[in-house]
């Protein structure tokens, strides 16, 4: 399959995949096929707050949003899962590839690949809700390899869309390397549709996944869309940007992002801690001095200078 052709989502990203990035980015590049929100979480015993107005969002108008939940039994997937129905959700994705040990060691994420029990509980409610559509987001196992063989029967049993496979262990969190023998043997055994996640920073890279995997659902991209926001474009248009098309374009959906942060968000700090992150991630790009000059400024004002300096 050609990548122009291929389905192409962007990845859930704590901190940066919110609604004011998605919809930015759907306006200056054109919609991904679909944007995955970062996972919602029960916090004091109920969907924290925050999570729920990312899925509600106004600025959601402009693209195809699924949230995604990461839950630790079957009494936090039912609370996340009952919000998300009122809220008028018919599609969630679950979250079984989270590798912070905060989540792990509770259950959450990767933790519940070597939860059966639950995984037991969950194929049965996804039974129940016959009116919503559900996607697994996994990784093949906290410390070994092989792990997803011990799950990879209740997985095949559930009513999925589809799996997106992340093939690194929990263990090495977003270092090291992907393990493509262990996608490969995931994607045989899996029988449903396959995402493939992990490590696309580039048109080859995309090319190379779709060549290797005939029948692959799609491929989802996380950090390649923050440092190569056009990417998803380029890969449909079948070209490199110039750098100045690349900046061109980074620069309005950074000022995007800004402008809403700016408006929602109450002084510099606070701003500042939002949007600066985004820019760690382009340093490749804009280059080692504006990108420190990012990093340092402590105001609004030092901010925008920077940027400007830009291009
Ligand atoms: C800062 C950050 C936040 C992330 N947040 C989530 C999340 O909320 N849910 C999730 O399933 N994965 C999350 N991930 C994992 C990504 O979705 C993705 O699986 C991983 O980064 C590998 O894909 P990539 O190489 O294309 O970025 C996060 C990764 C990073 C780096």
Redesign the pocket.
Known sequence: MSTHEMNVYV??????TEAPFRHCHASVYGAADRY????LRIEHGEPRHRDMRDVTSQLNDNHDVVP?I?FRDIDEFDLLIGALKEAGCRRV?L?M??PFPPQVNKGR?AGVLRNKALLEKVAERIDAERDMTFSV?MRPGISAYDEWRDIVDIINAMRLEHV?V?P?VAALR?GGSVDMDAFAAMFSQLQHRVVY?????SRDDAARIADSFPGLDGI??????LACPSLIAEMREGRDWSSEERVDHLLQLHAGIFQHYSTTLCGDAQVLSKIKPFWEYLEWEIGHKTAKMIKKATSIEKYEKAVASIG
């Open positions: 990845a859930p990203l704590q901190g940066f995955y929100t970062p996972f995604q990461i994705d979250n590839g989270c994420g987001k997106t992340h690194r977003y996640n992990g490590d696309i920073m989802m991209i996380g950090r390649g869309v």
